[in-house]
């Protein structure tokens, strides 16, 4: 079957509350190929999670899912209807942002990893505590043959986390989605886990898709990258493309508003004002032109479909940043002094240390 | 590292806040104790923004409940504005007395949500402060103060005064919860880890309204967060810890370019955009952190420590002056 | 019990769908069953509450109408053994039993609150003390300490009140204390006491609007298990000597021999009480549900 591992075309996700319905996810496509990597970068509410919930069947039953999902050609969602049971755990997995939600707290860990080989590879006791203890060794876990017989609150943070992409890994997946896979972890052990990731894919050729809500986390990482907002494919490019010809203002705003460990002390942040908006109805144009620099008019009543900005770059703006139109856009709402949308363009000012006036005097 | 002593603190006459070999244990059962913060001292001038950085476990956050009191260390001296008459012995102090020198040491959580009474409207929330000082929050003045200070921290009290917490974002929650810690016009701001439950596009705002906060109420600001980056921005001086232990004190850009401690250059280069003045291949440690229970001998570090000799097993490494306003606890700093 | 007010924002509502395992989405409203059972409560005080007034023969009168008569135009719900209107004896018992069970719920919840929130709130010595004075009062046989007091102070209405309250104070204080350590851990409480707050006012502005919340849906609870606690009470004979309550008309009609001739006799006070029971343990359910989602935030993050 030539094209692509996983093809996502239109996918939409729906909640009803009692407030209206929640578009979680509202039309999303992405093509995802064997052996790459995707990263999917978003907030919370931004739908980043919701979309891979779904491709995993983990929504419930209430969630109103529309659109395709085509793993190797066959119907993701048609498939979650059939109950099919070794497609999930096998063929696609999952880990998650907390490594708990995942291990039981009162099994062994061996027990766990053979766990999913015994059901879906229909191994025996012995020969999937062996494979058990290969993979703990893969994933880099000291000891291995100890660790089978130990609980989960036995080992630490880092270890847990290796011991769920272990068992993630068990069926040998042709496709890994790590949803914030070391958001939980500590800094010195975060990097660890995602080279260990990146590692093993490429190791086993394996396809992933890495959510986070860390541009820094995917930068260097990610063949592609997919920026989501309110439910919204906002860009979507090749990594490097991305970080050099940022198009979208979102993006943009997003890379300028972290503070970076090799600025000075007290340097202005850019912030990016307001809020996430609450995605419960269809929102006439952008959702992020409330929040926009470069918001024209034309942003607050036509929501921008995807263009093109070169080879696989996509991008869903009406005043992309870096273009003619995006520089025009700006500079007009910065000679207004306010956007389309009302915001006062001050607060955008460029990164200026903040005046000496919170130092103390000299050293003492 | 492992650092203990006190070479770094300074006597300079507008010292507003001196922590002197703070101590923090807690029975573990079965007759034994967790070490959360071992011997630890520093220092904030006024006007200073002072950050602690380190992983979890570290006893950054045990630091700062240990200096508001809550609970008391279990040893160790915190002192409010020492050699003035304003001073006050926090750890000497407890009942009635502790509670009048409260008010000038404030503090803000991670938790948003947790920071704010459910129960209570916002403006009931912002004027506490001053209904336990100055008068209820029906009072002319007492609302005058209160719209202010929220005007101050952007939340419009018309608008907001009378919801409950309930109805606002986490960044809004952050903001009235540092209304709340200003109307009494504090000297020392702690903020626990303040922008780490926000979303990446509202932290920025949160920073920059402290910074402003800062200059606008004159406050001393303790900030403590495991993201290197967000430390750096806000802080004048920076300390870094380690199982309850002080690895490098010195000024901000002092320790981010020319990182001394071996864990402080771990954490530099583990940054998911490593810092220019480490080598990325230097954040390739164990991961297992020692338990607080059985910490290691001599430099608590060293077990996972690059550079680690027997000295470091069987001496503690004292903070000595690097360079200027740089102090390091390690026996083979860089 | 305060009427639950509607939030007018919503937090946005996608971190809830973010957070899909943590049992968000649960129910919301608290649906035609918590009314319909508001309203059966509501009917049964209100009849309780204006017995006097209403025109309804006399509970006591003999002779009413014929010994032993099925229910009827004349006599609802039929008469006893004595000739009496049972209709209007299921009225005015309810005077009694609920008398009985709101006075000791309410007595109960108030002390039992009380040493709940102070030891949850302080821990330490005080909650050792507290905790083991309640842990001795779980472990009394109730009965026994119920047939003392009788014994010695005898069988008023207050009496069987108050000691029924005391049964009620040892459960009550448990729960108090393990919600009151929930919200005295939160960052709240410890920023109420960094403004200078005492210990006092932390407990009476920051706990107790949270803890009573949780506590009125229990109580709701309670007052069930205390109605049927007097009904048993009253079958032994040990409830109130004066007038009559439903457990002590259940007593009249559940010997064998009636429970055969007249069934009636026993059933409608039976059904009163099970429908009032079932009503206050829905509503208080119902209740507790709603708030736990909403307000204690467990399951948020």
Redesign the interface.
Known sequence: MAGPLLRVQDLRVGFRTEQGKVRAVDGVSFDLEEGQTIGIVGESGSGKSVTAKALMNLLPSYAQIQGAAHFDGRDVFAMAANREKHFWGVEMTMVFQDPMTSLNPVKKVGEQIAESLRVHLKKGRREALVEAGDLLEQVGIPEPGKRLSQYPHELSGGMRQRVVIAMALACSPRLLIADEPTTALDVTVQKHILDLLDDLRRARGMAMILITHDLGVVRGRADEVMVMYAGHTMEEAPTDTLFAEMRHPYTEALLETIPRIDTPSHTRLVPIPGRPPEVIDVLEGCPFAPRCRYSVTECLTDRPGLTSHGAGHLCACHAPAGTQVGKEARAGNEAAGTTAAGLDMEQFARRVPIADLNRPGGEG | MAGSGTAHLRTADDVVLRVENLVMEFPAGRHQVVHAVSDVSFDIRRGETLGIVGESGCGKSTTARAIVQLPAPTSGRVLLDPGTDREAELTALEGEGLRQVRPRLQMIFQDPISSLNPRRRVRDIVAEGLAIWEGESGDEQVRAKVDEVLEAVGIDPTVAANRRPHEFSGGQCQRISIARAAVLKPEILICDEPVSALDVSVQAQILNLLEEMKSRYGLTLVFISHDLSVVRNVSDRVTVMYLGKVCEVGNADAIYSSPAHPYTRVLLASAPEPASTVDESESAIGDEIPSPIHPPSGCRFRTRCPRATDRCATEEPVLQELAEDHFVACHFPS | MPEPTE????????????G??TGD?VQ??LGVGFWLAVGWVFLIVGAALLAPLLPIGDPEEIGAGPRQDGPSWAHWFGTDSNGRDIFSRTIWGARVSLMVGFVSIVLGFLVGGLVGVVSGYFRGATDRVLSFVVFVMLSFPSLVLFLLIISIVGQGLWVVSLTLSVLVVPSVARLGRAITIAFAE???V?????????NR?VMV??IL??VL?PMAALLLLGLGLTIVAEGGLAYLNLSVAEGFSWGKMINLGASPRTLRSAPWVAFFPIGAMFLTVLSLNWAGDRLRQYFDV??L?IG??
């Open positions: 939030p007018t924002v919503v937090e946005r509502p996608t971190d809830a769908v973010d899909l395992d989405f919301r409203r939160r960052e709240f410890a920023a109420a006491r960094l403004l200078g707050a005492t006012r502005r920051e609007p949270n919340i909403r307000e935030g948020s993050r």
